[in-house]
């Protein structure tokens, strides 16, 4: 019997296209504290996690990860409804691997309450540049830390199709 726990974790897919519909400030509560349990490595928690739900805000960001990288003037995260920016401490050996166990935590919670999500990479490798640096000054993000992944997140306007995932990879010796 597969508990709900287990159906979650298994039907989670990322969305890339998402409604107009906002989530609501509990929802994105839950989804951050999920974020923040978290396991961390020897429980450091060198992190933060920054909610971003305005628009106007996340389309500065956008536009400006865009002229960092070359992307055209429609890239916009898939224009979700909120965005959850995972930072930590840039000297920190392990923030990489903390961050992505608590995206992935962001990601099933919000699976969870019928949000979709998608990690969204393109901060990682730029922060140092000074105009990026800017904005995540003004979200509050220190000054020591990286951005490691982003949670896009909304709710789904399309069929969230199947992805082909190996069947290959898992043995057991036992
Ligand atoms: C480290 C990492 C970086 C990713 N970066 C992006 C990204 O920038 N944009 C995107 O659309 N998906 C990104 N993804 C999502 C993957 O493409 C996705 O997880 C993969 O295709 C498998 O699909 P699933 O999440 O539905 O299982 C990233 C995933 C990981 C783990």
């Not at 020897?42 to 002229?67: C, D, G, H, P, Y």
């Not at 960092?68 to 898939?78: A, V």
Request: glycine share 4%; aromatic share 8%; charged share 25%.
């Amino acid at each position: 019997m597969k508990n709900e726990t287990i159906k979650c974790i298994l039907s989670r897919r990322s969305v890339r296209s998402f409604s107009d519909r906002s989530i609501s400030r509990e929802d994105l509560g839950l989804i951050a504290e999920a974020a923040r349990l978290a396991p961390s490595a020897k429980n450091s928690q060198l992190w933060k996690f920054t909610v971003l739900q305005s628009k106007e805000l996340m389309n500065r960001l956008s536009s400006e990860i865009a002229v960092c990288l070359s992307r055209g003037d429609d890239y916009d995260f898939y224009s979700p409804n909120a965005l959850l920016i995972a930072s930590c401490d840039r000297e920190y050996e392990y923030s990489r691997e903390d961050c992505a166990c608590a995206l992935e935590n962001a990601f099933l919670a919000a699976h969870s309450l019928g949000i979709g999500s998608v990690w969204i990479n393109q901060l990682f490798g730029i922060c140092g540049e000074p105009s990026i640096r800017k904005i995540l000054d003004d979200l509050k993000i220190p000054s020591s830390h990286d951005v490691y992944g982003m949670a896009a997140l909304g709710y789904p306007d399309a069929e969230i199709l199947p992805v082909d995932k190996k069947t290959d990879n898992i043995e057991f010796i036992l």
